[in-house]
């Protein structure tokens, strides 16, 4: 196996699981602005479980990629 630039081999796999995890945070919260979760989801409580759980997974990715969760601007609160 080549010699990594530093860290270990998978740093950069899970740096890119942590990007696609931040983008669909994202794009759950500019659904919590602009209203559409409803027309994607029965109810909010619904909604709110999907954006906890995307919540969760972007944090678990940004320790895994060694980097800081997702700040308050990108978090809706629900």
Same mark, same amino acid.
């Given at each position: 196996? #080549?010699? =990594? /630039? @530093? @860290?270990? #081999?998978?740093? =950069? %796999?899970?740096?890119? &699981? ?5 983008? $669909?945070?994202?794009?759950?919260? +500019?659904?919590?602005? /602009? @209203?559409? &979760?409803?027309?994607?989801? $029965? /109810?909010?409580? +619904? ?5 906890? *759980? ?5 944090? %678990? &990715? ?6 800081? *969760? ?5 978090? #809706?609160?629900?």
């Amino acid at each position: 196996m #080549p010699a =990594s /630039s @530093g @860290g270990f #081999p998978f740093d =950069s %796999i899970a740096g890119r &699981w942590h990007d696609l995890a931040r983008r $669909k945070l994202v794009f759950y919260a +500019e659904l919590h602005r /602009s @209203g559409r &979760w409803q027309l994607y989801f $029965k /109810s909010r409580e +619904e909604f709110v479980a999907h954006l906890n *759980a995307a919540m969760r997974v972007e944090n %678990i &990715w940004a320790r895994l990629a060694g980097r800081q *969760a997702a700040d308050e601007a990108v978090r #809706p609160a629900a």
